[in-house]
């Protein structure tokens, strides 16, 4: 199963991971693998960035091995994840809000890396459920509203993003406030709601390489 890399020690300055999310166009996508970007997120939940499967599986065909492509979800049941999944050709899946722990379960055999997402109140050992990786988002995901980074410092475990919100010019303060192991983005990188800025990608994974976390 294809793994992210290990978090920095406490006292480890490390290279902070970026996830671009919501993408839609070949050229955006384009974008965020030419700026560094480490993982591409497809929305295959209700959501005006949502996209099917089968245009997710175009989109994921042009990234390279070394950029993880994820499908994000949201209130399915296993077995439609499972379909979507399978279809997208994706290498990991988000389940994003209320999932048991049963859904990563029922998703584990698909050798698939598994992403939990959800708002500050969410259990924030990342593992909990099993999973690979987590982000810890504003209560509503993918609004771009941004919330009090620094409230979750020192309490997430293990590899966790922090988003909701984050833009080219406040990644690097949110980054020192939350010392997250990566950060993950959608809106901030959109000239108007659910239109991805090539630009603004390229900017954002700058201004968060720029900064260190430990
Ligand atoms: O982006 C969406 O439209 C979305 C809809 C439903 C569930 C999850 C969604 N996005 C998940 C993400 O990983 C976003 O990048 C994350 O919520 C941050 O969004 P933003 O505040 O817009 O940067």
């Given at each position: 199963m294809p793994r992210p890399p290990e978090p920095g020690g406490a006292a480890t300055l490390h290279r902070v991971y970026v996830k671009i999310c919501g993408l839609r166009e070949p050229g955006h996508v384009a974008a965020a693998v030419e700026a560094g970007a480490d993982a591409v997120g497809f929305v295959l939940t209700r959501s005006s960035r949502r996209v099917t499967p089968e245009r997710a599986r175009e989109l994921a065909a042009?990234?390279?091995?070394h950029v993880l492509t994820v499908a994000v979800f949201a209130g399915e049941s296993p077995e439609q994840m499972r379909e979507d999944a399978l279809a997208s050709g994706v290498r990991a899946v988000q389940l994003h809000g209320d999932h048991p722990h049963e859904d990563f379960t029922a998703l584990r055999d698909l050798g698939l890396t598994l992403v939990r997402a959800g708002a500050a109140g969410v259990d924030l050992r990342c593992g909990a459920f099993d999973e690979d990786l987590l982000i810890v988002d504003?209560?509503?995901?993918?609004?771009g509203e941004p919330w009090d980074?620094?409230?979750?410092r020192g309490r997430p475990s293990g590899r966790w993003m922090l988003a909701g919100g984050l833009d080219p010019a406040n990644v690097a303060g949110a980054i020192a406030a939350a010392r997250p192991w990566g950060v993950d983005v959608s809106s901030g990188v959109e000239s108007a709601p659910g239109v991805k800025d090539a630009g603004r990608i390229g900017e954002f994974v700058a201004a968060a390489r720029g900064a260190a976390t430990g």
């Open positions: 042009a990234v390279p091995p504003a209560p509503r995901p993918g609004s980074w620094a409230a979750v």
